[in-house]
Protein backbone atom coordinates (compact mmCIF):
# COMPACT_ATOMS: atom_id res chain seq x y z
CA UNK A 1 0.00 0.00 0.00
CA UNK A 2 1.38 3.95 -0.61
CA UNK A 3 -1.21 5.71 1.55
CA UNK A 4 -1.01 9.16 0.59
CA UNK A 5 -3.86 11.04 2.15
CA UNK A 6 -2.02 12.18 5.50
CA UNK A 7 -3.59 15.29 5.32
CA UNK A 8 -7.16 13.50 5.61
CA UNK A 9 -5.93 11.47 8.45
CA UNK A 10 -2.59 9.88 9.67
CA UNK A 11 -1.59 5.92 10.90
CA UNK A 12 -1.48 6.30 15.04
CA UNK A 13 2.59 5.55 15.57
CA UNK A 14 3.81 2.56 17.22
CA UNK A 15 5.38 4.73 20.29
CA UNK A 16 1.92 7.11 20.33
CA UNK A 17 0.01 3.58 20.54
CA UNK A 18 2.15 2.43 23.38
CA UNK A 19 1.56 5.29 25.36
CA UNK A 20 -1.90 4.74 24.95
CA UNK A 21 -2.35 1.26 25.93
CA UNK A 22 0.20 1.95 28.84
CA UNK A 23 -2.18 4.61 29.97
CA UNK A 24 -5.32 2.46 29.40
CA UNK A 25 -4.12 -0.45 31.75
CA UNK A 26 -1.95 1.17 34.31
CA UNK A 27 -4.50 4.05 35.12
CA UNK A 28 -7.50 3.14 35.24
CA UNK A 29 -8.79 5.34 37.67
CA UNK A 30 -10.90 8.72 36.87
CA UNK A 31 -8.71 11.54 37.33
CA UNK A 32 -11.13 13.61 38.78
CA UNK A 33 -11.66 11.22 41.84
CA UNK A 34 -10.26 11.93 45.19
CA UNK A 35 -9.20 8.42 46.02
CA UNK A 36 -5.28 6.91 45.21
CA UNK A 37 -6.58 5.39 41.44
CA UNK A 38 -7.87 9.00 40.91
CA UNK A 39 -4.80 10.60 42.18
CA UNK A 40 -2.35 8.63 39.90
CA UNK A 41 -4.01 9.24 36.74
CA UNK A 42 -4.21 12.96 38.08
CA UNK A 43 -0.68 12.74 38.25
CA UNK A 44 -0.29 11.53 34.47
CA UNK A 45 -2.87 13.61 33.63
CA UNK A 46 -0.55 16.50 34.63
CA UNK A 47 2.13 15.73 33.25
CA UNK A 48 1.09 15.31 30.01
CA UNK A 49 -0.33 18.28 29.61
CA UNK A 50 2.55 20.32 31.15
CA UNK A 51 5.20 18.06 28.45
CA UNK A 52 2.19 19.49 25.56
CA UNK A 53 2.54 22.91 26.70
CA UNK A 54 5.81 22.94 27.26
CA UNK A 55 6.60 21.97 23.65
CA UNK A 56 4.37 24.84 22.42
CA UNK A 57 5.21 27.78 25.10
CA UNK A 58 1.68 27.99 26.59
CA UNK A 59 0.40 28.12 30.05
CA UNK A 60 -1.46 24.97 31.32
CA UNK A 61 -4.57 26.82 31.66
CA UNK A 62 -4.45 28.18 28.01
CA UNK A 63 -4.67 24.56 26.86
CA UNK A 64 -8.55 23.15 26.39
CA UNK A 65 -8.72 19.68 25.37
CA UNK A 66 -11.56 18.53 22.76
CA UNK A 67 -12.09 15.88 20.56
CA UNK A 68 -10.67 17.42 17.60
CA UNK A 69 -10.73 20.39 15.30
CA UNK A 70 -14.23 20.70 14.54
CA UNK A 71 -15.17 21.10 18.06
CA UNK A 72 -12.08 23.46 18.47
CA UNK A 73 -13.24 25.35 15.84
CA UNK A 74 -16.68 25.15 17.25
CA UNK A 75 -16.05 26.21 20.74
CA UNK A 76 -14.03 29.32 19.36
CA UNK A 77 -16.25 30.45 16.95
CA UNK A 78 -19.63 30.53 18.98
CA UNK A 79 -17.88 30.76 22.43
CA UNK A 80 -16.53 33.92 20.92
CA UNK A 81 -19.93 35.22 19.64
CA UNK A 82 -21.36 34.21 22.38
CA UNK A 83 -19.07 35.67 25.36
CA UNK A 84 -18.39 39.29 22.98
CA UNK A 85 -22.29 39.37 21.61
CA UNK A 86 -22.67 42.53 23.66
CA UNK A 87 -19.68 44.24 21.77
CA UNK A 88 -19.99 43.49 18.51
CA UNK A 89 -21.98 40.72 16.29
CA UNK A 90 -19.07 41.12 13.06
CA UNK A 91 -16.99 38.00 12.42
CA UNK A 92 -14.21 38.07 9.90
CA UNK A 93 -12.77 34.43 8.25
CA UNK A 94 -11.32 33.87 5.24
CA UNK A 95 -11.89 31.95 1.87
CA UNK A 96 -9.85 29.32 2.18
CA UNK A 97 -11.03 27.96 5.65
CA UNK A 98 -12.33 23.90 6.11
CA UNK A 99 -15.76 23.44 5.68
CA UNK A 100 -16.22 23.18 9.56
CA UNK A 101 -15.29 26.93 9.97
CA UNK A 102 -18.17 27.59 7.39
CA UNK A 103 -20.89 25.55 8.88
CA UNK A 104 -20.64 27.43 12.16
CA UNK A 105 -20.77 30.60 10.55
CA UNK A 106 -23.61 29.67 8.79
CA UNK A 107 -25.32 28.68 12.04
CA UNK A 108 -24.10 32.09 13.38
CA UNK A 109 -25.79 33.80 10.74
CA UNK A 110 -29.26 32.39 11.89
CA UNK A 111 -28.20 33.66 15.09
CA UNK A 112 -28.18 37.46 14.26
CA UNK A 113 -24.20 37.60 13.37
CA UNK A 114 -22.58 39.19 10.33
CA UNK A 115 -19.86 36.80 8.48
CA UNK A 116 -17.33 39.35 6.36
CA UNK A 117 -15.38 37.09 4.34
CA UNK A 118 -11.72 38.88 3.36
CA UNK A 119 -10.24 38.35 0.40
CA UNK A 120 -6.88 36.87 -0.94
CA UNK A 121 -4.50 37.32 -3.77
CA UNK A 122 -4.09 35.35 -6.77
CA UNK A 123 -1.45 33.41 -4.86
CA UNK A 124 -3.86 32.44 -2.03
CA UNK A 125 -2.30 35.38 0.24
CA UNK A 126 -4.37 37.11 2.83
CA UNK A 127 -5.22 40.87 0.88
CA UNK A 128 -3.49 42.83 4.00
CA UNK A 129 -5.28 45.77 2.59
CA UNK A 130 -8.67 44.25 2.29
CA UNK A 131 -7.89 42.84 6.18
CA UNK A 132 -7.28 45.72 7.32
CA UNK A 133 -10.97 47.66 5.59
CA UNK A 134 -12.84 44.64 7.10
CA UNK A 135 -11.99 44.77 10.71
CA UNK A 136 -14.26 47.10 11.96
CA UNK A 137 -14.86 48.54 15.86
CA UNK A 138 -17.75 45.40 15.77
CA UNK A 139 -15.46 42.75 14.75
CA UNK A 140 -15.09 40.64 17.20
CA UNK A 141 -13.09 37.65 16.08
CA UNK A 142 -11.18 37.06 12.98
CA UNK A 143 -10.93 33.01 12.33
CA UNK A 144 -8.06 32.23 9.05
CA UNK A 145 -6.86 28.94 8.44
CA UNK A 146 -2.91 28.67 9.37
CA UNK A 147 -2.64 26.04 6.51
CA UNK A 148 -5.57 25.50 4.28
CA UNK A 149 -6.43 22.03 3.49
CA UNK A 150 -6.79 21.31 0.05
CA UNK A 151 -4.40 23.38 -1.65
CA UNK A 152 -2.25 23.59 1.61
CA UNK A 153 -1.36 27.59 1.53
CA UNK A 154 -0.21 28.94 4.58
CA UNK A 155 -0.25 32.31 6.22
CA UNK A 156 1.73 34.53 7.92
CA UNK A 157 0.00 34.65 11.13
CA UNK A 158 2.04 37.14 12.84
CA UNK A 159 1.75 39.49 10.55
CA UNK A 160 -2.24 38.77 10.38
CA UNK A 161 -2.13 39.36 13.65
CA UNK A 162 -0.45 42.74 13.53
CA UNK A 163 -2.94 43.60 10.62
CA UNK A 164 -5.58 43.19 12.83
CA UNK A 165 -4.34 44.52 16.62
CA UNK A 166 -3.64 47.58 14.95
CA UNK A 167 -7.21 48.28 13.24
CA UNK A 168 -8.82 46.97 16.75
CA UNK A 169 -6.76 45.68 19.58
CA UNK A 170 -9.76 43.69 21.20
CA UNK A 171 -10.32 41.78 17.82
CA UNK A 172 -9.52 38.22 18.50
CA UNK A 173 -7.59 36.41 16.30
CA UNK A 174 -8.44 32.36 15.93
CA UNK A 175 -6.46 30.34 13.32
CA UNK A 176 -6.94 26.68 12.64
CA UNK A 177 -3.66 25.24 12.83
CA UNK A 178 -5.11 21.73 11.82
CA UNK A 179 -2.83 20.82 8.57
CA UNK A 180 -0.32 23.60 9.81
CA UNK A 181 1.14 21.84 13.38
CA UNK A 182 3.93 18.93 12.82
CA UNK A 183 4.78 20.33 9.05
CA UNK A 184 5.68 23.79 9.33
CA UNK A 185 6.59 26.03 12.40
CA UNK A 186 3.81 27.42 14.05
CA UNK A 187 4.40 29.84 16.91
CA UNK A 188 1.04 30.02 18.96
CA UNK A 189 1.58 33.84 20.45
CA UNK A 190 0.61 34.86 17.00
CA UNK A 191 -2.55 33.78 17.71
CA UNK A 192 -5.44 34.51 20.46
CA UNK A 193 -6.65 31.31 20.47
CA UNK A 194 -5.98 27.85 17.80
CA UNK A 195 -7.33 24.27 16.94
CA UNK A 196 -6.25 21.03 16.27
CA UNK A 197 -6.93 17.53 15.54
CA UNK A 198 -4.30 14.84 17.12
CA UNK A 199 -4.85 12.64 14.15
CA UNK A 200 -3.33 14.48 11.48
CA UNK A 201 0.20 14.34 13.15
CA UNK A 202 -0.27 10.71 14.11
CA UNK A 203 -1.96 10.31 17.12
CA UNK A 204 -5.23 8.95 17.85
CA UNK A 205 -8.60 10.22 16.37
CA UNK A 206 -10.78 11.44 18.51
CA UNK A 207 -8.56 14.19 20.71
CA UNK A 208 -7.75 17.34 20.03
CA UNK A 209 -7.20 20.75 21.70
CA UNK A 210 -8.12 24.63 21.45
CA UNK A 211 -5.45 27.11 22.67
CA UNK A 212 -7.01 30.14 24.24
CA UNK A 213 -5.11 32.68 25.50
CA UNK A 214 -5.79 33.54 28.77
CA UNK A 215 -7.16 37.21 28.40
CA UNK A 216 -10.13 35.27 26.04
CA UNK A 217 -13.50 34.97 27.26
CA UNK A 218 -15.30 31.63 26.24
CA UNK A 219 -18.72 30.82 26.71
CA UNK A 220 -18.42 26.55 26.99
CA UNK A 221 -20.36 24.70 24.49
CA UNK A 222 -20.50 21.73 27.00
CA UNK A 223 -21.57 22.28 30.34
CA UNK A 224 -21.06 20.11 32.94
CA UNK A 225 -19.53 19.53 36.95
CA UNK A 226 -16.99 21.36 35.67
CA UNK A 227 -14.19 19.42 37.58
CA UNK A 228 -11.77 18.50 35.08
CA UNK A 229 -12.29 22.11 33.10
CA UNK A 230 -14.86 24.32 33.18
CA UNK A 231 -14.79 25.35 29.74
CA UNK A 232 -14.86 21.70 28.88
CA UNK A 233 -16.73 19.27 31.07
CA UNK A 234 -16.52 15.37 31.10
CA UNK A 235 -13.89 13.21 32.52
CA UNK A 236 -10.95 14.01 30.98
CA UNK A 237 -9.45 10.91 28.46
CA UNK A 238 -6.11 10.30 29.83
CA UNK A 239 -5.13 7.71 27.53
CA UNK A 240 -6.05 10.23 24.23
CA UNK A 241 -4.41 12.90 26.10
CA UNK A 242 -1.41 11.24 26.82
CA UNK A 243 -0.87 9.65 23.27
CA UNK A 244 -1.46 13.26 22.23
CA UNK A 245 1.03 14.66 24.29
CA UNK A 246 3.92 12.07 22.62
CA UNK A 247 2.65 12.58 19.24
CA UNK A 248 2.84 16.35 19.41
CA UNK A 249 6.44 15.73 20.62
CA UNK A 250 7.38 13.56 17.95
CA UNK A 251 5.71 16.26 15.31
CA UNK A 252 8.05 18.69 16.89
CA UNK A 253 10.72 17.07 16.62
CA UNK A 254 13.36 17.92 13.78
CA UNK A 255 10.32 20.17 12.05
CA UNK A 256 12.58 21.83 9.89
CA UNK A 257 14.66 18.70 8.19
CA UNK A 258 11.59 16.68 8.00
CA UNK A 259 10.23 19.59 5.92
CA UNK A 260 12.78 19.37 3.67
CA UNK A 261 12.39 16.20 2.94
CA UNK A 262 8.95 16.60 1.71
CA UNK A 263 10.02 19.04 -0.02
CA UNK A 264 12.20 17.20 -1.83
CA UNK A 265 9.52 14.60 -2.81
CA UNK A 266 7.09 17.26 -3.89
CA UNK A 267 9.54 18.58 -6.58
CA UNK A 268 10.10 15.00 -7.65
CA UNK A 269 6.12 14.72 -8.06
CA UNK A 270 5.74 18.34 -9.33
CA UNK A 271 8.48 17.96 -12.24
CA UNK A 272 6.93 14.50 -13.35
CA UNK A 273 3.44 15.67 -12.96
CA UNK A 274 4.05 19.46 -14.99
CA UNK A 275 5.02 17.24 -18.53
CA UNK A 276 1.05 15.44 -18.62
CA UNK A 277 -0.41 18.16 -21.08
CA UNK A 278 -4.04 17.47 -19.42
CA UNK A 279 -3.07 18.35 -15.95
CA UNK A 280 -2.93 21.23 -14.24
CA UNK A 281 -0.87 21.64 -10.39
CA UNK A 282 -3.11 24.11 -8.34
CA UNK A 283 -0.24 25.19 -5.96
CA UNK A 284 1.27 28.55 -5.23
CA UNK A 285 4.57 29.93 -3.53
CA UNK A 286 2.64 29.57 -0.21
CA UNK A 287 1.34 25.98 -0.74
CA UNK A 288 3.27 23.62 2.14
CA UNK A 289 4.68 21.09 0.30
CA UNK A 290 2.97 18.32 2.11
CA UNK A 291 -0.37 19.33 0.23
CA UNK A 292 -0.02 18.96 -3.32
CA UNK A 293 -3.26 20.08 -5.38
CA UNK A 294 -3.65 19.13 -9.42
CA UNK A 295 -6.71 19.17 -11.45
CA UNK A 296 -7.26 16.57 -14.09
CA UNK A 297 -8.81 18.13 -17.42
CA UNK A 298 -10.17 14.53 -18.83
CA UNK A 299 -10.81 12.21 -16.31
CA UNK A 300 -13.35 12.23 -13.32
CA UNK A 301 -11.28 13.19 -9.58
CA UNK A 302 -13.66 10.05 -8.36
CA UNK A 303 -12.94 8.07 -11.10
CA UNK A 304 -8.90 8.28 -11.28
CA UNK A 305 -8.89 7.86 -7.20
CA UNK A 306 -10.73 4.29 -7.22
CA UNK A 307 -8.15 3.30 -9.79
CA UNK A 308 -5.27 4.04 -8.05
CA UNK A 309 -6.92 2.25 -5.34
CA UNK A 310 -6.81 -1.27 -7.24
CA UNK A 311 -3.35 -0.46 -7.03
CA UNK A 312 -2.93 0.11 -3.15
CA UNK A 313 -2.58 3.72 -4.37
CA UNK A 314 -4.43 6.15 -1.71
CA UNK A 315 -5.45 9.78 -2.82
CA UNK A 316 -7.62 12.28 -2.10
CA UNK A 317 -10.27 14.37 -3.81
CA UNK A 318 -10.85 17.90 -2.32
CA UNK A 319 -14.13 17.25 -1.41
CA UNK A 320 -12.77 14.46 1.22
CA UNK A 321 -14.14 16.69 4.09
CA UNK A 322 -16.56 19.34 2.05
CA UNK A 323 -19.79 18.36 0.97
CA UNK A 324 -20.49 19.16 -2.89
CA UNK A 325 -18.15 18.42 -5.87
CA UNK A 326 -16.44 21.82 -5.80
CA UNK A 327 -13.46 22.55 -4.32
CA UNK A 328 -13.68 25.70 -2.37
CA UNK A 329 -10.03 26.68 -2.22
CA UNK A 330 -9.17 26.32 -5.95
CA UNK A 331 -12.21 27.74 -6.62
CA UNK A 332 -11.07 30.70 -3.94
CA UNK A 333 -7.47 30.86 -5.78
CA UNK A 334 -7.60 29.89 -9.33
CA UNK A 335 -11.82 31.27 -10.17
CA UNK A 336 -11.91 28.68 -12.56
CA UNK A 337 -14.99 25.75 -12.13
CA UNK A 338 -13.31 23.33 -14.30
CA UNK A 339 -10.00 23.29 -11.94
CA UNK A 340 -12.26 23.11 -9.34
CA UNK A 341 -14.14 20.05 -10.28
CA UNK A 342 -11.65 18.01 -11.10
CA UNK A 343 -8.93 18.45 -8.53
CA UNK A 344 -7.34 15.77 -6.31
CA UNK A 345 -5.09 15.65 -3.50
CA UNK A 346 -2.36 13.70 -2.93
CA UNK A 347 -0.79 14.54 0.72
CA UNK A 348 2.73 13.55 2.02
CA UNK A 349 4.46 13.35 5.27
CA UNK A 350 8.22 13.15 6.56
CA UNK A 351 7.34 9.19 6.75
CA UNK A 352 7.03 9.24 2.99
CA UNK A 353 9.83 7.48 0.97
CA UNK A 354 11.49 7.83 -2.24
CA UNK A 355 10.53 4.77 -3.31
CA UNK A 356 6.61 5.19 -2.78
CA UNK A 357 7.27 8.51 -4.77
CA UNK A 358 8.74 6.14 -7.47
CA UNK A 359 6.06 4.06 -7.44
CA UNK A 360 3.19 6.16 -7.22
CA UNK A 361 4.29 8.26 -10.23
CA UNK A 362 4.84 4.62 -12.57
CA UNK A 363 1.02 3.57 -11.61
CA UNK A 364 -0.06 7.61 -11.97
CA UNK A 365 1.41 7.33 -15.42
CA UNK A 366 -0.34 3.93 -16.55
CA UNK A 367 -3.82 4.77 -14.76
CA UNK A 368 -3.78 8.12 -16.19
CA UNK A 369 -2.62 6.56 -19.88
CA UNK A 370 -5.79 3.95 -19.64
CA UNK A 371 -8.24 5.92 -18.60
CA UNK A 372 -7.47 8.89 -21.19
CA UNK A 373 -7.24 6.20 -23.56
CA UNK A 374 -11.06 5.07 -22.45
CA UNK A 375 -12.06 8.68 -22.55
CA UNK A 376 -10.78 9.11 -26.10
CA UNK A 377 -12.65 5.79 -27.57
CA UNK A 378 -16.17 6.77 -26.12
CA UNK A 379 -15.46 10.23 -27.76
N1 LIG B 1 -9.66 21.96 10.02
C1 LIG B 1 -8.84 21.55 9.05
C2 LIG B 1 -7.93 22.54 8.40
C3 LIG B 1 -8.85 20.21 8.66
O1 LIG B 1 -8.04 19.81 7.68
C4 LIG B 1 -9.72 19.30 9.29
C5 LIG B 1 -9.76 17.84 8.90
N2 LIG B 1 -9.94 17.59 7.55
C6 LIG B 1 -10.55 19.80 10.30
C7 LIG B 1 -10.50 21.13 10.64
C8 LIG B 1 -11.52 18.90 11.02
O2 LIG B 1 -10.83 17.98 11.80
P1 LIG B 1 -11.60 16.79 12.51
O3 LIG B 1 -12.37 16.07 11.46
O4 LIG B 1 -10.52 15.95 13.12
O5 LIG B 1 -12.48 17.40 13.55
Not at 52 to 80: H, Q
Request: proline content about 3%.
Amino acid sequence: MIYLDYSATTPVSYDVLESYNKATKDYMGNANSIHSLGVKSKVLLNSATKQICELLSINEDELIYTSGATESNNMALKGVALAYQNRGKNIVVSKLEHPSIYKICEFLETQGFEITYVDNDSDGLIDFEDLRNKVRSDTILVSICAVNSEVGIRQPLKTLRQIIKKENVDTIFHSDITQAIGKVPVNLHDVDMASMSGHKIFGPKGIGFLYKNSKVRLIPLIHGSGKFNDLRSGTPPLPLIVALSKAIRIALKDIESKEVSVKKLNDRICDNLSKYEGIILNKTKYSIPHILNISLSNIRPETFIHAMEEEEIYLSTNTACASGDLSTSVMALFNDKDRATSSIRISLSYVTTNEEVSKFLSIFKTKYEELNNLKSKEN
